[in-house]
């Protein structure tokens, strides 16, 4: 990939060589296969096409200074696809086949995996999909489960800059006894409208309150948030979220550093509280919050044109151990052999 502008690339598509499936029929998972087409075939009554039977997951894996490959808490992306797969009654894949299937797509396509100080990383896209086909409204009784790669920049072309984000009360995401907690197609599609408003109007994302009583906050489009108040990381517990497993680990590495975390319902007004704030999650990493807009009630609450000086320990942190320059204390990471 000698012509690469590695440093200048943005997140989105792009074709690499490979790509490793696996198929499940019969009631049984079969054998990994690798595939070097951009292309899937299938049953026009696929469950996924008419009833979103569909879950992903997104993970990267990063270039350190040694040359050594990195992937970060994979364990927790194969079980998030577990409980995706659950959440809407598709067979499950055990944890080490999604393993397997995920270190073979990265060394099938080593070359991609963008060098170290270049910013980029590998972002990999696990998906699985319902393919038998119905036309009651029952789950499937075959699956496909791709992964694919891609070398990507930051999600937010901003990077770690700090950017802008609303709150509209006339959107939801998700419902509280709904799909939030687990990562299916649904709950994108269900967020586009309220996303592409908010980026024709100038903001990086939205940022959703909870759907019942709209009084609390739930998470920034893409990705978690969180906020940071004295000695505190705050961040929201809620029925419709996303459990971010950057999140998980940014509450962790909080704690190393003697702040408190507090994960807890965190009530809309209390954004004019926090000093920092900030928007995590794999795509992500940590993107700063320049401002929140309240579009129903016309309040502006400020962080800053800069990165706050917490956000910058945790954000230095995080990535210090994804691209394997600092120790991994808490063995979050895998080498890619
Ligand atoms: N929330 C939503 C809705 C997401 O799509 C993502 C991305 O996966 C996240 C949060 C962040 O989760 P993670 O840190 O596991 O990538
Ligand atoms: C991720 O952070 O990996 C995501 O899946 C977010 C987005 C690209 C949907």
Known sequence: MENTDWKNLGFGYSDTNYNVRCYFRNGEWGELEVSSSNQITMHMAATCLHYGQEAFEGLKAYRGKDGKIRVFRIDENAKRMQASAKGILMAELPVDKFKEAVFKAIKLNSEFVPPYGSGAS???????????????????????FVVFVMPVGPYFKEGFKPTDYVIYREYDR??????????????????LRAGMRAHAEGYSAVLYLDAKEKKYIDECGPANFFGIKGNSYVTPKSESI????????????????????????????????????????????????????????DIRYTYGDEPGAITQKLYDKLINIQYGCEPDEHNWVSIVE
Do not use: H, W
């Not at 972002?123 to 699956?143: E, M, S, W």
């Not at 419902?175 to 599609?189: D, E, F, Q, R, S």
């Open 122 to 144: 590998l972002y990999i896209r696990p998906v699985l999909i319902g393919t038998g086909p119905q036309v009651g409204v029952k789950p499937a009784n075959k699956y496909l």
């Open 174 to 191: 998700a419902a509280p006894l709904g799909t939030g907690t687990i990562k299916v197609g649904g709950n994108y599609a269900a967020s």
């Open 242 to 297: 996303l459990p971010s497993i950057t999140n998980k680990s940014l509450r962790q590495l909080a704690l190393d550093m003697g702040l408190n975390v507090e994960e807890r319902k965190v009530p809309v007004e209390e954004l004019a509280e926090f000093t920092e704030a900030g928007a995590c999650g794999t795509a992500a990493v940590i993107s700063p919050v320049r401002s929140v807009y309240d579009a129903d009630k």
